[in-house]
């Protein structure tokens, strides 16, 4: 059935204008990052239910990361969270990576699980804290020479909970000095990705607390810092295609951490709650992939893809398994979308006729084009069966309860 | 000074025709219950932030509630958290409290923390889950008994993070036949307070998501069962005095958690946030004292005013004198709603006339006012300076770190 | 190229376990109402942007209405709103909807746009006032009967812009008052939808705030009162389902206004902003169909399917047009959810095998088998092109402009 | 009893180390501005309740603004909306406000309310349209010039109601050009402020949605770029304290639009929602008064407090005072902080010590403070109630229904 599916479906595309074989190209184009931390066991403030068979080291993790890889041969590079994935050598952990088929990707600071950080850490009044979160970034900027990575991926945890706590810009000029130290040891090939949250773990204010004050940081640091959009880091009804379209017209875009959100930073799997969000983030960075002026295009064609989750109640390999397809499933559509259509339609200002262009390469089935794509790919048309139907689940139970978690 | 500021304060209040004795008779009724579990150590998903002192287990943490009752004269009440207060014997754990000057309150099952509890504890699929959990409640009811306690406050957490994880109205019956075992174990004297919660730890639906849930339990269990309000679970923009107006009304509010939020349930000290909400809630409970119908206003004198919070960042005791402080002080500004002159402008329609009414209360400081109840009530007339002066802070440091939390 | 979509689809299906005639038959049977004021001028506080070929009264109005149900066959129709469609005669009015093969739905009320309503209708202080607007209503409910209508469909835009403005427990009783008034009005046959806002045009309290007060109404007034749920009349991340299956449940579902909102109450075109979450209210509607109670499935089977939109900038036609589309398409999609495959995972507690159950059925391409229900039901396989390439559009602008508005 | 009041209020400031002639020379100098059309008809998209006395032209506004500053001493300018106050002669309407003892203060250009801005003014794809709508500004400096003001005060309604309507980017580029083309017809004093709004009128896309886009538009224009905080205008729990210090440290803030709001953009009167978030904000702006870095302090004094509110429901004149007097009093709070003692409080991170500190100073009843103020500017302690003693509200009843509203 995959077969006439494919022929009806390419046929049907082709005759809307898409260039079905160029689709393919993109989507064999597409890498997405995997995070070490998200084979790790995870939960509420309430409770963290501990499964069976999580990675107990960060070998483990990268060899689950490497399943995902292998079913799926998009998600080639796994990020790492420091101190979750420190080990004595970084350079036999990134072996390890090679012969799983992997590379390292993003070195995640984590300024938010020492004791000292309590009133904050590159926001702390007091300069030992400072001090001592800023050389924790240097030493991730250290991993990441020796790993190989080019991008440093900032998540600033600070913030304050009530009024008067301490001074709102008070702080923020101590966190500009700790990113400018920190922009400084970068590596000229190295990119610091500045990502900003609307609140949790602080509950008055957040030093970064939206995309405007991630902006007005890279701005100021310089071109290698870039903002990094959690999609699930906004306050309720913001439309983050429109500050993604807003941080590529800049040239400021530096990636993702997908996940979905239906309250707060849920941190579900993507695109489980409303996947035309996804999809039209999607089609922002498709019209800058077509755009006529090179630095738009360029930063379109850089973006760091990076899955950011916390399956709380999910088996771990499958629900990263189920967020990458699902990506993988948004950007295929958006990638049907006729550009030239829904141009058309913009200069006559039709509105109706815009707007069904869009929606109607939504409502595609793209599981043809996705099993033919996989298939050239080398991987399974179907990554999830397969995965079920192997028996790495249940071979990794042995390695008991109690593995890894934040 | 503070004479002078009272009897300034007095002519004040008598020349706008308030009763201020009368005020400072409902200022002496006023309880407060704080739980046991505010003195423990708590913090978000990220991080908890262990301090030293922290009580190492239930009898201490009397002994802390104590400290906030000896300064404030109006917390005689602790609540306990089963199994988190679990001891061997609990009618010496209450004669612990009584010598303390204390009894104990509310009892809250714990349906959240059993790893069989990933899907849910009341409405879990599984018979035998269920089975445990209303077990667990039976049993807190038992302890109730013991302990002289007449609330059992029950949370539930349950919910699905997808749809299609469970059937929503499949949990919503099991639900309702396990709140009936449970209702039906009550002892007459005995009250069940539902309570209800807008998300978290659940991320796609929350079994009971709102007060209508709780409410339509509530109704059909029977009137021993009450709607529980957490001032932090609600939507943002929720008109939270509306919904305590309402179940004031229907004779079916059971009491409050107090806390405060900005965000999502940020459990932060009560008052802090938007002061104003909760003086708008004490206005249409002091409404409901002055009532027409005997139902409505024995609802009103029977509602159970308790603190939940959850303090990451602050000392302990401190922050549950300051959220007792603070609800003293807005119930008082609210006594001083002269409700005859709201309704006059009420009834000419005259908006301003009738919010001016309103806001003229909230404006006033009742220090003074507090000073002299206080006084008159045998407590310090600063109770957080009187603490701090004390030595209790420094004594319970020899607790060392690592005490109790959730 | 429909005829080998339409088999693949249909073996695709079939394959899944899925009924395909029987989904067909429900398809059939979906009937979907438009609203008379969908066809008139519409707009913001801020600006009506006055379109020509609008429809100059209530007759023109079901002239366009009848456009919708010839091109779709699902809208046989309409609802009325009074004064603004107040004609001197509505037998007539009635016959002009028969020969249009229209018949006249649910009687909207209008309690709002008298100089009288200015602090509420059915709710005033003022007992003159709302004997107005609860003769208003039974005058309303006369229309019914002439025009053989049995749906009183009320919406009450009460509610204060300032704390204090007036009593919330005072304005409950007025409010429960006049309904009982109203519902004994009734005839047998007819039913009062009671609508429910979470606010404007009031932006301190609305009397019938959420579905838990329309609720407590219906249930007290008995059984011809039921909850009208307007899809954009909640709180940011409410779960609209979860109050769907709620209602349902209990048997006080009583229909639909289907609109689109990502902010406030946008009354966007539905299914344009989060088009899952209708695939998902949909989900409910098709499981309680389903239900082993004859009381579900009845309120299921009863549920009156209505738009509620107002189009500032859209061509009227085509956008109503877009609307039953759209929910002829998630209602479709809901349809092919294999419920016996959810319902094992559920039983397995497998959440990503359940949540996939769910996801797939969206993720399908229904077009073929909407065109193929089309042409069985005699109109165009695609409505929209259809309409356009008719001269309808064309010939009503000899309208002119300044039709109808609101 | 206000002398003695006062005098139990000056003894209790300087013994809190608060320089209580300073706080009144602050009171004294600060100046609200009050808008035209605050005083016109306004309403919600449902109804304009019309109201008898309303002005019926820019004259008849102006003389009840300086009924505003007639009582209160501290409003002395009215800002301008063209063309609602478009007059023949604006010399002549300038000569009226002179007599009348007032300024006339922001030109606020209308760019949505002509047919042709549909979709969109200064983003508008036409190059036609967009040429009108600069065209149009223009022509407000142009005023600006005439009637000696130095403030162009820009909302932008501009945005799209579906995704593809138009380019996001597309649409930030011409926003861009047409703004340049603005600025450089600027007169060197004076200053462009840029107003951001969440959503409203557009639904899907505001073209300057929140303040990050409002400051990257002004960081490229230049130094007589600021961005305008109405603060009704962000998503629900957006800290707009931060906002304000965040702009204040970057000196680009240029004014604000004061109202309250629960839900969206509710405008009503300032203060009566949340009060304390008012506060709030003149904390952050009391804190960079007094900032060691003369830019800041700079931008701080000069801050454009302007009332942008939409009075449905209350009689226009008494609710601008309400709101005047709402600002001068959280205001008069914010003054009361002491500023050592918060930073003391910062520097021990003494949490509770820090808030307490800011608080403390919201719990004082400033009305003897206010009164004196009063007194000394030669105005009725209490403002609100002189005027309603006053027989104006009388006098312009002969105007009859039907003035001037938007």
Redesign the interface.
Same mark, same amino acid.
Request: hydrophobic fraction near 35%.
């Given at each position: 059935?995959v077969d006439?599916?494919y022929t009806?479906f390419e046929?049907?595309q082709t005759?809307r204008g898409i260039d079905v074989e160029q689709v393919k190209e993109h989507l064999k184009a597409l890498k997405i990052e995997t995070p070490s931390w998200g084979y790790g066991d995870?939960?509420?403030?309430?409770?963290v239910?501990?499964q069976t068979g999580i990675p107990r080291n960060a070998f483990e993790k990268l060899e689950d990361a490497a399943q995902v890889h292998h079913f799926t041969g998009i998600c080639p590079s796994v990020a790492l969270h420091i101190p979750w994935d420190k080990v004595e050598d970084y350079a036999q952990l990134q072996q390890h990576a090679s012969h799983l088929g992997l590379t390292l990707g993003a070195i995640n600071p984590n300024l938010? $699980?020492e004791?000292d %950080?309590?009133?904050g850490s590159l926001c702390n009044?007091?300069p030992a804290i400072r001090r001592r979160a800023i050389d924790h970034v240097l030493e991730c900027i250290e991993v990441a020479r020796t790993v190989n990575s080019s991008i440093i991926s900032l998540w600033l945890?600070d913030g304050t909970?009530?009024?008067?706590?301490?001074?709102?810009?008070?702080r923020?000029?101590r966190l500009f000095e700790s990113l400018q130290e920190i922009y400084q040891a970068l590596a000229p090939e190295m990119r610091l990705l500045i990502e900003y949250k609307?609140?949790?773990?602080a509950?008055?204010?957040?030093d970064l607390?939206?995309?405007?004050?991630a902006?007005?940081m890279a701005l100021k640091l310089g071109p290698q810092a870039e903002v990094l959009v959690d999609t699930g880091h906004?306050?309720?009804?913001?439309?983050v295609? $429109?500050i993604v379209? %807003?941080l590529?017209?800049?040239q400021k875009l530096g990636g993702f951490h997908f996940n979905s959100?239906?309250?707060?930073d849920?941190d579900?799997?993507v695109g489980?709650?409303?996947?035309?969000?996804l999809f039209?983030i999607f089609?922002?960075i498709r019209?800058?992939l077509a755009?006529s002026q090179d630095a738009?295009r360029q930063n379109a064609a850089n973006i760091a893809y990076m899955i950011d989750q916390?399956h709380?109640?999910?088996?771990k390999i499958?629900?990263m398994l189920?967020s990458v397809l699902n990506v993988q499933?948004y950007y295929a559509k958006a990638l049907l979308i006729n550009l030239a259509e829904?141009?058309q339609?913009?200069?006559q200002?039709d509105?109706?006729a815009?707007?069904?262009?869009?929606?109607e390469a939504?409502?595609?089935?793209v599981?043809p084009l996705l099993q033919v794509v996989r298939e050239e790919l080398g991987v399974p048309a179907d990554p999830?069966r397969a995965y079920l139907k192997s028996d790495y689940g249940q071979r990794i139970l042995a390695r008991g309860k109690g593995g890894a978690s934040w």
């Open positions: 059935m006439s599916a009806l046929r049907q005759e995870s939960g509420t403030r309430f409770k239910f501990k938010f $699980q004791d %950080y309590i009133f009044l007091q945890a909970n009530y009024p008067g706590q301490d001074s709102i810009r008070g923020k000029h609307f609140f949790e773990p509950f008055y204010h957040t607390g939206d995309w405007g004050m902006y007005n906004h306050a309720q009804g913001t439309n295609e $429109q379209a %807003y590529l017209d800049e959100r239906k309250y707060a849920d579900l799997i489980s709650v409303n996947p035309y969000e039209l089609y922002q019209e800058a755009d738009v916390s709380c109640i999910e088996p499958p629900a189920r499933t829904v141009r339609a913009q200069e200002q509105v109706l815009a707007e069904s262009a869009i929606r939504f409502e595609f089935d599981t999830m």
